[in-house]
């Protein structure tokens, strides 16, 4: 049987939201190396906050839309 991608799209979602966790440790990690408390005006954590709405909350959306399409799937 051949698969298609409308089955395997919960894989795809997986690979996504992981690349989205990659993705947020290597900008966290260069803010970290970039930030100078005696230049900069806002504090670390607000780039850590600024970064988790980009990278964090997106790969939450997309890890729980692929358990909610595999669960779905499986029923069929």
């Given at each position: ?47 850590a ?11 939450i ?16």
């Amino acid at each position: 049987m051949k698969r298609t991608i409308k089955e395997n799209i919960y894989k795809i979602l997986y690979v996504v939201s992981i690349l989205l966790v990659v993705g947020f440790t290597i900008r966290f990690g260069v803010d970290i190396f970039r930030y100078d408390s005696y230049n900069s005006s806002a504090p670390l954590y607000a780039y850590a906050l600024v970064r988790t709405v980009e990278f964090i909350v997106p790969s939450i959306i997309c890890f729980v839309v692929a358990l909610i399409v595999r669960k779905r799937h499986k029923k069929d």
